[in-house]
């Protein structure tokens, strides 16, 4: 099992989760011709849950169906893309805003120390890059530890129906996030970088129980973070 899995996955969860991937990645192209079978095959599972993920991702508007047991990638247009980065960065805001009602003092603590992390790893980074060393290693470290933060501002908000929509809802996947990320980094070490100051902050609103900050803070940060990945060169996709 990776680090991304969750032991509590059905095979229908993992079947949907390995096909919308595939889709954001562009391994299963708009317009691709899919079939149960085919798919149950390349997965390496029975039909039945197969055709659950199917008719999961055919209300997600990931697919469209041609037969009874024939479907096609869909085609989503820009229009579209934009639309769900709104669903993900108004989500992003909401998680922000009960966390600002709902946090612990221990669980803000631990965002502390997940940014001291963060904080370490900066230094070393920029060190290793004036002294033109390596630096991947480390930006993967830093990219663990602010999904770290991410996850455990999520937790804060206490709100399952929040979370589970927004990674219903993602622009990217959390791989296709790190690989844009990484490439983008690989270019340019301080990429992104300017943006972790304000987490800072954000957790500064979730002290002071200051929901409206909180949530404008993690839209900013959001809109953002998407507007950086999906500016570079190549195709935008989006997941689920």
């Given amino acids: 099992m990776t680090a991304d899995e969750d032991p509590r996955e059905t095979l229908a969860d993992r079947a ?3 096909v919308g991937d595939a889709i954001s990645a562009g391994e299963l192209a708009p317009g691709e011709k899919i079939t149960e079978r085919g798919l149950a095959e390349r997965l390496s599972m029975s039909p039945t849950p197969v055709r659950e993920a199917i008719r999961r991702l055919e209300q ?17 247009g820009s229009t579209a893309v934009e639309d769900l980065a709104e669903v993900e960065i108004a989500l992003r ?14 669980q803000l603590d631990d965002l502390d120390a997940i940014l001291d992390e963060a904080d370490d790893l900066l ?3 920029k060190q290793r890059d004036a002294e033109d060393r390596p630096v991947e290693k480390h930006l993967n470290t830093l990219l663990d530890t602010m999904q770290r933060f991410n996850d455990a501002v999520a937790a804060c908000a206490g709100n399952a ?17 790190r690989t844009r990320t990484l490439e983008r980094a690989r270019a340019d070490h301080r990429f992104g970088l300017d943006r972790y100051t304000t987490h800072r902050a954000l957790v500064r609103a979730l002290r002071s129980g200051d929901s409206a900050a909180a949530e404008q803070i993690a839209i900013d940060d959001v809109r953002g973070g998407l507007a950086d990945l999906r500016h570079e060169p190549g195709r935008v996709t989006r997941r689920r």
Avoid: K, N, S
């Fill in 16 to 18: 949907y989760r390995t």
């Fill in 60 to 76: 997600d508007g990931l697919i469209r169906r041609t037969g009874p047991r024939t479907v096609v990638v869909a085609d989503i």
């Fill in 93 to 106: 805001g909401l998680i922000a805003r009960f966390a600002a009602r709902h946090a612990t003092t221990a």
């Fill in 161 to 177: 129906v929040l979370v589970r929509l927004l990674e219903q809802t993602r622009v990217f996947t959390r791989a296709e996030r």
């Fill in 123 to 125: 230094i070393v980074i």
